[in-house]
Nanobody, 126 residues
Framework: QVQFVESGGGLVQPGGSLRLSCAAS????????IGWFRQAPGKEREGVAC???????YYVDSVKGRFAISRDNAKDTVYLQMYSLKPEDTAVYYC????????????????????WGQGTQVTVSS
């Protein structure tokens, strides 16, 4: 079965850290650009970070310096390490895969990522 398996979400206090994982099952991530998106209640989906097949990386301004995206092609897994979490980071986080030429510029979040994970809830609250 072809799918993404996301994990690592949960409840954390402000200032805390979490690491999200997105593991591909049934396919390889070698030729895929991967994006992390999030959607908070009542808000539009927002692109958070992406990593290209060439390891080019882009972040939305609100997470720069706090989040780090990485990929391990040997494990077909992409990670989103989140530090200094804030209440406004509370959302459902999704990983998504796109073709190799995605994630090539600052407007990467507008690209049509075609394959999505089920999402994992991140709640930042005291």
């Amino acid at each position: 079965q072809v799918q993404f398996v996301e994990s690592g979400g949960g409840l954390v206090q402000p200032g805390g850290s979490l690491r999200l994982s997105c593991a591909a099952s049934g396919f390889s991530l070698d030729n895929s650009a991967i994006g992390w998106f999030r959607q908070a209640p009542g808000k539009e989906r927002e692109g958070v970070a992406c990593i290209s097949v060439y390891d080019s990386i882009y972040y939305v301004d609100s997470v720069k310096g706090r989040f780090a995206i990485s990929r391990d092609n040997a494990k077909d897994t992409v990670y989103l390490q989140m530090y200094s979490l804030k209440p406004e980071d509370t959302a459902v986080y999704y990983c998504a895969a796109g073709p190799y030429f995605f994630c090539s510029g600052d407007t990467w979040y507008r690209e049509n990522f075609g394959f999505w994970g089920q999402g994992t809830q991140v709640t930042v609250s005291s």
